[in-house]
């Protein structure tokens, strides 16, 4: 995250001492804060799909671990959670 803001820092430093007229100056710094503001928007969008598909897939291992933990449980005690024992 650092280099990233040392980068626009760097830019924008640059675009400053250019020797441009102030409104061409100006004008490049919207079109790059604007291009900054859709790449930060991009990249928001992915991290919360990831944080998403990350979630979902904790959700599924945690029903995984427990379908096992009772099935363990179930084998060894010959338990009441619906075994195959008889009624005779």
């Known amino acids: 995250m650092g280099f990233v803001?040392?980068?626009l820092l760097g830019?924008?430093?640059a675009l400053l001492y250019?020797?441009?007229p102030g409104g061409n100056t100006r004008e490049e710094l919207r079109l790059r804060a604007d291009e900054l503001k859709k790449r930060a928007d991009d990249l928001q969008r992915i991290a919360q799909k990831l944080a998403d598909d990350a979630s979902l897939r904790g959700k599924e291992l945690i029903a995984d671990a427990r379908r096992e933990w009772d099935s363990a449980g179930s084998g060894r005690s010959g338990g009441?959670?619906?075994g195959t024992a008889s009624k005779s």
């Open 80 to 82: 009441t959670s619906g």
């Open 5 to 7: 803001f040392g980068l």
């Open 11 to 13: 830019a924008v430093a």
């Open 18 to 20: 250019a020797p441009k």
